[in-house]
Structures are given as C-alpha cells and as structure tokens.
C-alpha cells in the first residue's frame, strides 16, 4: 500500500513566523511532487511542484526534496492570516492518475 | 468560464435516488478525474480518463458510474446510494502526468 504520511496539525504559528510542514512517502518510485493549498469549504489549488533533489523557491514558499529520505517539505516564510488553511502533499510516480495524496497538515496563523 | 467547472455544487439525495454529477475543463487537457474527499481522510482517487478512455478504477462500488463523452466532459453517475457515500467529490484535469487542476467540487448529502 503506497502512502503518503503528513502530521494533521493543526500547526498553530504566529503571523510573521515560518511554518514547516513535512510529508513523507513510501514509494521509491514516486518522480515527481506537489504541495496543495485547501481553504475550508474549497477546492485545493497547487501552490508549488519539485522534482528535483534539493530547494525550490517561490516567493514566500520553499519546497525542499529529498529522494534518498523520501522526504518533501514547505516552508511558508512571513506566515499571513491569508495562509491559514490545510496543505496536501501529493506524489506521482509519472503514471497516468497515480497522484498520491497525505490527509494534509492544517495550519493556522495567528495574528 | 474558469478552468475546471462543476455542477450542482451541493446536492441531497435519498438512497433510492438516481442522479447525476457533471463536470467540464476549459484547458484542452487531456486526462479527468473523480476524487472523493472524506473529512480528515486523504483525497480517494476514483476513476481516471486518459483522451476519454478510462485507465483507472480504483475498485470504486458499482452504485458510481462514470461517463466521460469527450475529452472536455466528465460525468458521475449515482444510483442507490449509501450514506456513507457523502462526502466532497471533486472532478480535476491534467495535461499528461502534470498537475491537476480542480474543480470546486459537489458536496453530496445522502439520507
């Protein structure tokens, strides 16, 4: 059974602060990952995609991948009220409809 | 219109129903998905079309019945429901192994 495995939160961080969000997975053939943004009451909508080892920056955000440790993280710089929701982390293994989705990390920033 | 629409966005029925959910993309993608959302659950990958031949049936209850016309139109079909079955159902598109673009979603309520 292929995983996904993220802490559910919810991660409470101070406005301004850097939230961290992990997410591991268990299948070594997975080639490609993605983090989701998830309002309450809508639908999820990318925020960052990596497939390389190492960091990728975009604005506020970093994701950062590690094959060998089967290991993705974000990291969300500057934390905003706006930035309280539940992230996904997904991973494909380059098949067609494999996306494999974590129960997502809910987080909440406090003024 | 936007990227990914769908239609109705909240729908009751009782278990002897018989309805339907519709989906359609703006993006000239070429796969569709139905994704089942449970709270606190992980996105459940239902059914996927590849240039609308379905590749994956992730051993979804024959009471859900997808339909897929053409590369732009997705449609779920629902007979004889569970209450169980209630839950966020999202419809989403991807170009290739790309990411997917989702719709906002029918909320469905069984009775």
């Known amino acids: 059974q292929k995983e996904v495995e993220q802490n559910s939160g919810p991660l409470s961080v101070p406005e301004g602060a850097i939230a961290s969000l992990n997410c591991t997975y268990s299948d070594r053939g997975s080639q490609s990952f993605f983090w989701y943004r998830q309002y309450s009451g809508k639908s999820p909508e990318l925020i960052m995609f990596i497939y390389s080892n190492g960091d990728k920056e975009d604005g506020r955000f970093t994701a950062q991948l590690n094959k060998a440790s089967q290991y993705v993280s974000l990291l969300i710089r500057d934390s905003q009220p706006s930035d309280s929701a539940t992230y996904l982390c997904a991973v494909n293994e380059d098949s067609w409809g494999k996306f494999q989705f974590g129960a997502g990390t809910q987080v909440v920033v406090t003024p | 219109e936007t990227g990914v629409t769908q239609t109705p966005r909240h729908l009751v029925m009782g278990m002897t129903n018989k309805k339907s959910l519709k989906c359609e993309q703006h993006l000239g993608h070429n796969a569709m998905y139905w994704y089942k959302q449970s709270a606190k659950k992980p996105l459940e990958l239902m059914f996927v079309?590849?240039?609308?031949?379905?590749?994956e049936n992730n051993s979804v209850p024959s009471r859900f019945s997808p339909e897929c016309p053409n590369s732009s139109h997705l449609f779920l079909h629902l007979h004889t429901l569970q209450p169980e079955d209630s839950a966020l159902y999202l419809c989403a598109s991807s170009q290739n192994t790309g990411e997917l673009f989702f719709g906002e979603g029918s909320r469905l309520t069984v009775l």
């Open positions: 079309y590849n240039f609308k031949e379905q590749t």
